[in-house]
């Protein structure tokens, strides 16, 4: 079979939700993202996904990525990647890693497909068939009370069989702090709880907020402040007990290990959809097994980086933190047809997931399938 890509599609997909949602920093009514096919001349077919900048992301794969993948051999993914990141140059922490993560987890799906085995067999091999995962959710609603649905979402999330739930916090440190005591009321002690503050704070609150919530049992504090204020991150790491989780803004590996040199986080978040892909994933988390850390990959978007990121999951080591075990998987249970329509990952009774065991990702796609959120298409031949 010849494995050399011979054509790669961009599909801009976009869904309105039923209701605006989203956390301390930002409100949201619509879900958008980028899906890249690639075929190879031998109809391999692989697919990949960058989420938070599609249009841009896109027009950077027409004019200057997808050039130079076209022609390459599906086979080499790293090799592949190498000479994508070449074109990485002023951008070096921004769109350019997000166009290139949806190549590479489109050129790793291939490289797969074509050999008739799950990703994670490509990626190193499965260390485990279920991933414990937690719920992300609920999110803000607009309104005098943003948290005022907590407690039945978190009801809803209880009975679909989770049992980990990280919620999101933000809006000032007194009120996250009395969400957090009645959050941990409502879960009892055998629920796992951590707090995701988006960004959204300062270092004063994040620290007034964690010295409020210290009997929570928080397993970790999320992004309390902008994920490139170091200054500010070190500051929380010195006057917290809490263990700081972080990364889902990060790019490149030189943004992990700026991070794990500096010892800010306890947890580590690369998103493969935005670090630089598959590629780039493994070498964050070898940088983290170096530092002892354990990886909890950021999952959101659609199916594509949905199961990319169970794979990937699959494929890291055991880490126990007091009363937890890593990896932890992300998974978003809100509205979300950008990855129902095309996958769906049940809990089962013990409230893991499964990692998918068909060839590559282990999920089909079809243009019909896409058809109802397609916004813009385009081709490179």
């Not at 096919?37 to 996904?49: D, H, L, S, Y």
């Not at 049992?163 to 941990?184: M, Q």
Request: charge should be negative; hydrophobic fraction near 45%; charged fraction near 20%.
């Amino acid at each position: 079979m010849d494995t050399a890509v011979d054509r790669i599609e961009l599909f801009i997909l976009s869904c309105k939700l039923p209701e605006t949602i989203g956390n301390a920093a930002r409100f949201f009514d619509r879900r958008e993202t980028l899906f890249v096919r690639i075929t190879t001349r031998g109809g391999a077919v692989g697919w990949g996904e960058t989420w938070a900048m599609a249009a841009p992301a896109a027009a950077l794969i027409q004019t200057v990525l997808g050039p130079a993948l076209l022609g390459e051999d599906v086979r080499h993914p790293r090799k592949t990647w190498r000479k994508l990141s070449r074109f990485i140059v002023n951008d070096r922490r921004g769109l350019t890693h997000m166009a290139i993560s949806a190549l590479d987890m489109a050129v790793w799906d291939a490289c797969a497909r074509s050999a008739g085995v799950p990703l994670a067999d490509k990626l190193g091999g499965a260390l485990r068939e279920r991933l414990s995962c937690y719920v992300s959710g609920p999110f803000l609603k607009p309104g005098a009370d943003p948290y005022a649905h907590y407690g039945a979402d978190i009801d809803g999330y209880l009975a679909q069989g989770f049992r980990t739930i990280k919620i999101r916090a933000g809006i000032g440190s007194g009120a996250d702090a009395k969400l957090v005591a009645e959050t941990r009321a409502q879960i009892g002690d055998g629920i796992g709880l951590m707090v995701d503050l988006n960004e959204a704070g300062d270092v004063a609150q994040a620290l007034d907020f964690s010295h409020r919530a210290a009997d929570a049992d928080l397993i970790w504090l999320e992004e309390p402040i902008l994920h490139d204020d170091m200054p500010g991150w070190k500051r929380i790491a010195a006057g917290t007990g809490m263990a700081l989780a972080g990364g889902e803004s990060l790019y490149g590996l030189p943004g992990f290990r700026d991070a794990l040199c500096a010892g800010l986080f306890a947890v580590a978040q690369p998103d493969l959809a935005l670090c630089g892909g598959l590629t780039e994933g493994l070498r964050i988390a070898t940088l983290a097994e170096a530092f002892n850390v354990p990886i909890a990959p950021h999952v959101w978007g659609g199916a594509i980086n949905f199961n990319a990121s169970l794979h990937y999951a699959a494929t890291l080591p055991n880490r126990t933190r007091p009363g937890n075990r890593f990896p932890f998987f992300e998974y978003d249970a809100s509205f979300n047809p950008l990855r129902s329509a095309f996958a769906e990952c049940p809990l089962d009774d013990d409230g893991l997931v499964a990692v998918p065991t068909g060839p590559g990702l282990g999920i089909e796609i079809t243009e019909a399938q896409l058809a109802p959120f397609l916004s813009a298409r385009h081709e490179l031949r």
